[in-house]
């Protein structure tokens, strides 16, 4: 069987006027199937909120495919709003600029409802209302403006509006990274529920290594365009494969104080318009030999689950 939201090879080019293109995503290929949480992590500008929209049909592939359901997922299906599409939703990272400001809340999910014509306009408010509760909400924030509520009240609004399409995949793109620590854990929570009571699968981008690693299911680790490792969470956590992932893993504090592993992330990701060649990751990586700077080396299965693209540690 294959996964709810399939990716494959995905690669997105931002053509720019008098200068090379931007190949923002390079090599991509995640799955997320329904019921599970797959999280997306890299440091900024690694691709990764370019990877979201392809998922979504918001931006064109240059390259692979994106299928939702065993439907390929273009940018026109997204236009034309094609009802089995609906039920591949996104959740961005600043709730208020996706939410209308002058209209109540209730209605910009009822605006949802009508869109899809999933309920009868009789059954609209009572709809409204449970998706509030299923977001932790009470009935009468229906009535309130955007300004009205907290950060995190207003992420759960758009949670709900992304509900209301009766979605199987969710792409949230740094959901939690406008939210102060308590909103953030609150939220994090009602994704997990959302996802078992709903059976709902979802593509949970953060730069947040830490908070994937509480919630998610199995996680992707981005570089430069790259997925470079891919693992069920518990596992990439306790023996990542991948240096970028030790170094990522390595760089958070932990709560005895000490690091794990020494940091080895020195210096800023390069240019995407201008890529270190073989290794995208040789450049900043403590165990780089000569191989490294010539080939780039493929993502290949270590074991079932996982996957890396380095040249060290081929076996095992
Ligand atoms: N519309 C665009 N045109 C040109 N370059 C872009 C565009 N959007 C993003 N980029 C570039 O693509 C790369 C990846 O960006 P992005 O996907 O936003 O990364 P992330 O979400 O991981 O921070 C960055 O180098 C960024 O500057
Ligand atoms: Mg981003």
Not at 11 to 23: D, K, L, N, T
Not at 71 to 95: E, G, I, K, N, Y
Not at 303 to 310: D, I, L, N, S, V
Request: charged fraction near 20%; charge should be neutral.
């Amino acid at each position: 069987m294959t996964a709810a939201l399939e990716l494959v090879d995905v690669e997105v080019a931002y053509e720019r006027r008098h200068q090379s293109p931007v190949r923002a995503v390079v090599g991509a290929s995640i799955s997320v199937e329904r019921g599970r949480i797959v999280g997306l992590v890299g440091e900024s500008g690694c691709g990764k909120s370019t990877l979201a929209r392809a998922a979504v049909g918001l931006v064109r592939t240059t390259g692979g495919s994106v299928t939702f359901d065993g439907s390929p997922v273009t940018p026109l299906d997204r236009r034309a709003r094609s009802r089995p599409l609906a039920r591949l939703q996104m959740v961005f990272q600043d709730p208020q600029s996706s939410l209308n400001p002058r209209r109540k809340v209730g209605a910009q999910i009822a605006d949802a409802l009508s869109d899809l014509e999933l309920v009868s306009k009789r059954d609209q408010q009572a709809r409204v209302e449970e998706l509030l509760r299923q977001v932790g909400l009470p009935a009468s924030t229906a009535g309130r403006h955007p300004h009205q509520l907290s950060g995190g009240q207003r992420q759960r609004i758009a949670i709900a509006r992304a509900l209301a399409a009766e979605p199987s995949v969710i792409v949230l793109d740094e959901p939690l990274s406008a939210l102060d620590a308590s909103a953030q854990a609150q939220v994090a929570n009602l994704l997990v529920t959302l996802c078992r009571t709903l059976d709902i699968g979802m593509l949970l981008i953060s730069h947040d290594l830490a908070l994937v690693n509480q919630i998610a299911d199995e996680v992707a680790v981005m570089y430069l365009g790259l997925v470079v490792e891919q693992a069920p969470t518990r596992e990439l956590w306790s023996s990542p494969r991948h240096p970028y992932t030790e170094a990522l893993i390595g760089s958070i504090p932990r709560a005895d104080g000490n690091k794990s592993t020494p940091v080895v992330l020195a210096g800023e990701v390069p240019n995407p318009a201008a890529p270190p060649p073989g290794c995208r990751f040789h450049t900043r990586c403590p165990h780089a030999f000569e191989r490294c700077l010539v080939e780039a080396p493929p993502l290949v299965s270590i074991e079932p689950g996982r996957t890396q693209a380095c040249w060290l540690q081929r076996v095992g």
